[in-house]
């Protein structure tokens, strides 16, 4: 079968932002062959590829051709006494493959319940929550060169992979799609990442002493629920910055200042502040601009109420960043794409 193009297509379905905009070349693919001969296509020379669409801000109607990646498939690879190493395909949605896992009683990405987005994507921005990030299960990913057409593995240590950031944002950005990953996870005796504040205190409120991993995935989508607007009803891109890290020095200063200013040690010099907490301290959280605004539970998070445009909700970002610099004098980076 031949991939239809379709032209000017509503892209609000897919992107959790439910941003309103229009895609002038629109085409969907589900298989690997189907994507190189769509990359191929000389009448489009610009591309765009689209995932899942939960971490992206649109804020213009799109000229170039955007592909739609449904690569779907999820397959045992290899198994050792305690674990089992997992394929799967890059169009898959992350919840439902964590779902998928607890199914099967396979650990590891219980604390990565409910973050919206496709699999594909997770290594981007190696996604994390709760004391645990992508780059702990993960082996491998494939990779097609977009220039070549040529797949390539990339191992863990290729990746590069840090808080919130990967090579695939860095070194060779906007150069590969990833096809697929591998990720390791224990089918047996399971090694629970309990001690995030919230999971233990959500275990005990519950009552429960020894949790499986279906507990933990529990409790964390009930944190989640609680604090995290679902895109479906609020369009949202979960966090919208990053957690700020700042030196020492800096860090004494603010404290001298704001005594309940909440902070981690990442090392000996280098402090990280959740971005939540300033944002809250400057007044924006729960702040509604009309049709967006800032997240009443969490003020991390930018929220489409409805049919906000992209290009005001950038805007009310710019208005955060540079608040948080004049009163801080710390440089918010954003966590979302914008487009
Ligand atoms: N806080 C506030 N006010 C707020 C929000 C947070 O004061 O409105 C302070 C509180 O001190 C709170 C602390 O920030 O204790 C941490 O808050 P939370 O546990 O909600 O986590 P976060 O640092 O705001 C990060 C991730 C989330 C992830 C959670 C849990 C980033 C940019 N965000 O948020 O990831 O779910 O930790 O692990 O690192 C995402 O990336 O889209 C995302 C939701």
């Known amino acids: 079968m031949p991939n239809t193009v379709l032209e000017n297509i509503s892209l609000k379905p897919f992107n959790t932002f439910g941003i309103e905009v229009n895609a002038k070349y629109f085409v969907s693919v589900n298989s690997v062959e189907g994507l190189k001969s769509v990359l191929k296509l000389k009448e489009y020379p610009e591309k765009f590829i689209l995932g899942g669409g939960s971490n992206m801000l649109l804020t213009k109607d799109i000229e170039a051709l955007v592909i739609h990646l449904d690569l779907k498939n999820i397959e045992i690879v290899s198994k050792t006494e305690n674990t089992v190493n997992v394929k799967i395909a890059a169009g898959e949605n992350w919840h439902d493959f964590v779902l998928w896992s607890l199914k099967h009683d396979f650990g590891g990405i219980e604390n990565l319940s409910l973050i919206p987005g496709n699999v594909g994507a997770a290594p981007i921005q190696n996604i994390g929550a709760y004391g645990v990030e992508l780059k702990d299960v993960f082996v491998e ?7 070549s057409l040529k797949i390539k593995t990339l191992t863990k240590e290729d990746c590069n992979f840090d808080y919130r950031n990967s090579v ?3 070194d060779i950005k906007g150069e590969y799609i990833i096809l697929n990953v591998t990720l390791n996870l224990t089918s047996k005796n399971h090694k629970l990442k ?11 409120k519950l009552n429960i002493k020894n949790p499986t991993i279906q507990d933990v995935s529990k409790v964390v989508i009930a944190i989640r629920e609680s604090k995290l607007p679902n895109p479906k009803v609020i369009g949202n891109s979960g966090s919208f910055f990053k957690n700020p890290i700042i030196s020492k020095s800096h860090f004494d200063i603010l404290k001298n200042n704001f005594p309940e200013i909440p902070s981690y040690t990442v090392s000996e010099n280098e402090i990280k502040i959740p971005a939540g907490w300033l944002i809250e301290h400057l007044g924006f959280k729960g702040k509604r601009f009309g ?3 800032v997240h009443k539970k969490q003020a991390l998070v930018l929220v489409n109420y409805d049919d906000a445009k992209g290009e005001d909700i950038f805007k009310l970002a710019q208005l955060i960043q540079s608040t948080v610099k004049r ?3 710390i440089n918010l980076e954003v966590e979302v794409n914008i487009i």
């Open 141 to 147: 990913c494939e990779a097609l060169h977009i220039n």
């Open 168 to 170: 695939f944002k860095q």
């Open 194 to 204: 309990t001690s995030y504040g919230a999971i233990s205190e959500e275990l005990n």
């Open 291 to 293: 049709n967006y605004g």
């Open 327 to 329: 009163i801080f004098d």
